[in-house]
């Protein structure tokens, strides 16, 4: 029998088998018919169409200026750019919710092949590598959180380099070590907790290899171990290098323990693991009633339902008893670390409820900066399968069998106690009658994995391994459709979503888009923003075209945020936040972003009720709400002849504006060169604004004297700006934008985005010691020519407002704003 596998025949048996039930288990996706939702659309769909017609109309797509008025998406590692998605995006230029269904769901194909190589490798049984490469691809969260699409793709790249870490330990090869050091540097360049788990894992298995073949082994690894290190390391060095600096100047706090323990798994969701649907999150004529549900009062516990989903199948979690509990099997020297390293990531996953986790968070690196324990059972499932496998490869290759019937009896009667388990907690929950039917096909579906259990022994002889992957296949593939499937989290109706296609006929998205249009060389380019228009809506700018002052993303600058305002989305109304620099839609600040059209489901006065009559005008009314003009919002670029000094962190704290005409003085934090007179100055200059793309300004400016051109985007270090070909310095204007010094007469500014060359500056200030050390400079006082301070700019009051807060509500990802949020 095992020539037969070493034949390759088998193995290939096996994948052609794996693909199948893979198309199969995923053609409600491929079809069309139905599509991911949730941050799979409203997040992702809008960044790999960025990424898209940024590259087929032939800009960078490093930096947004759709969201956020400007984003910096070469270091956001959600922008997909170092993923992947970029070949999607290269071959397709508006790529489809099907063809980014596909692509997401690709990556569990590759996972689950490279779960057959790890088991090809080894010699085991192609049932056995089938049944894993089933588990990895569509057991537990792989399944039931596919439309986290950066955990999804850590995965599995962690699937890639699991198998290729084992291969390069195995032939002490440098070409896989290279190889493996690739994809574990793919793995992190989104980085999730899955990610620093996956890496925890590769770890585990280099420690436990070298554990078992003592002085021997260590030497013959260390070559290829060096390898693929330098392969990660240079795989990841610069992404992460920008997505550090970035999560630096976010709005991310540090994840304490209490906060991170409220993203734990209850140990009543592992009930799941052999009763599916046991809380009526799959059936939509049951309301959820298990932990993370008000019924519980688990008001200490953040996650949405989906996220305590760990089934396996039938089958595995079986095997898992019996034999691999009932025979010892998982103690073999050949998963003993899996079986150790699975144990360690269930007590991960349950958090705050056993002390490992607490022991996790203070000694292990990068555990601090993720708030939510439960995505360890991304790595259960992985573990699970790599676990049921080789148990199944064992029941198939043992020559000598022994009975079966006292183990199968055992197995029985643990999953009978189980299954009675799950009942008794519904019993206590009042939930019952709702129980039943779940239970009950949990019940059959165990009668079936016992079942064929037996006929897998009794199958013996060259033709088993044919038998067996065609069994297997059928009724594991089954069975994870039945209980994994598509559902309200994982697949909802493509028309939902409509507002995200390019060629939506959306009544809102052309209202804005003719409202937005200007005609060539205007200095205007409005924003607008999408005040509470539901989940989807919130990135749509970024397929659209135009401007949104907010968006959806778990990384903002927080510069920007302490003066305008943000959270993650803005999906509802009340997610709006006020600050004391914008308590209004009428306000400074709204008219400096250019903020001139507000898209709301609900009137305007309901949000913002500061507004006078008259302040916003209603231009247009859509199915979808009612869209306000802000008539005084000011243009993109502008000339102005003045300048002022002020505080800019004082003015955000304290929501005061300088009495002072925006389009006769512009506010810096630092004095100009000469040549500008301070304070208001009247001026008469022709502005055009010649060239607007991602990453390129370029505008032409025409005046009888000097000044300053001004340009409403966000200030950012990595943007550089050029006078008529010669570099000029950018000076942060009116608290967030930028602003260029000019002589009078005509020129042309270039502004273009350097994030290389940025952010290698910005490093090498950070560690650059100070010339003079134990030298404590006085903070300059910047005086005009009377030489009186700058703080003589007399403040008028601003309305009052709320400040805003950090947004905890749960998310995909959460970076902080810390070193370590690199490993978010």
Known sequence: MKAVWRSGSSYWLAAALFCC??????????????????????HFQAQIQFLAQALHSGQSPFWTHNVFAGSPQVADPQSLIFSPAILLALFNPSPSFRAVDAYVLAHLLVGGLAMLMFFRDRNWHPAGALLAALVFAFGASAAWRVQHVGQIASFAFFGLAFWLTARMLQRASLRYGLLAGFAAGMMVLEPDQVALLGAYILIGMVV??????????????????????????????????????????????????????????????LLTAFVGDLFGVRDPSVEFWGPYAPDWNAKELFLSKNMGQVYLGALPFLLLIVPGLTRGWLWDRAIRPFTILFVLMVLFALGR??????LAYDYLPGVKVFRRPADATFLIGGLGAVLSGYLLHRILSEEKQGTIWRDLGIGAGAIALLIGLALLVARQAGHLGQAWLPSVTAAAWFATALALLVVLTRWRGAAA????SLIVTGVVAADLAANNGPNEATALAPEIYDVLRPETKN??????????????????????????????????GMIHGFDHTLGYNPLRLADFSEAVGTRDSIAAPGERVFTPLFPSYRCRLADFLGLRYIATRVPIGEVDHSLRAGDLKLVAYTKDGYIYENPRALPRVMF??????????????????????????????QEPEPGVPEGPVASNAEVKLKRYRNTVVEIEVTSAQAGFVVLNDIWHPWWKAELDGQEVEILKANVLFRAVQVPAGTHKIRFSFHPLEGAIAELRDRVTPPEEEGVVAEAPTHSGPSGSPATRIQPVPAEPAARPAHDMAAHDMLPPASAMSVLR
């Not at 198309?23 to 949730?38: D, E």
């Not at 997505?243 to 994840?255: G, N």
């Not at 409820?353 to 607490?358: A, C, G, L, R």
Request: net charge negative; proline share 8%.
């Open 507 to 540: 009544e809102t998205v052309a209202v804005l888009k003719k409202l937005t249009a200007q005609p060539v060389d205007s200095p205007r380019r409005d924003r607008v923003e999408l005040l509470g228009m539901g989940f989807e809506w919130p990135n749509a």
């Open 208 to 269: 436990a290899y070298w554990l078992s073949e003592g002085w021997a082994g260590l030497r013959e690894s260390l070559a290829p171990i060096a390898a693929a290190c330098f392969a990660g390391i240079v795989t990841i060095a610069v992404p992460l290098l920008w997505t550090w600096l970035f999560a630096e100047a976010t709005t991310r706090p540090a994840i304490d323990l209490v906060e991170a323990g409220r993203g734990s798994l209850h140990p009543a969701s």
């Open 465 to 468: 391994p044919l038998a067996a």
């Open 21 to 42: 039930a893979w198309v199969a288990l995923c053609w409600p996706w491929l079809s069309g018919a139905v599509t991911i939702p949730f941050d799979a659309k409203a």
């Open 640 to 669: 102005v002849g003045g300048w002022e000094l002020a505080d800019f962190e004082g003015m955000k704290s304290a929501g005061k504006w300088p009495d002072a005409d925006p389009q006769r003085v512009v506010l810096l934090d």
């Open 353 to 358: 409820y056993t002390p490992f986790f607490h």
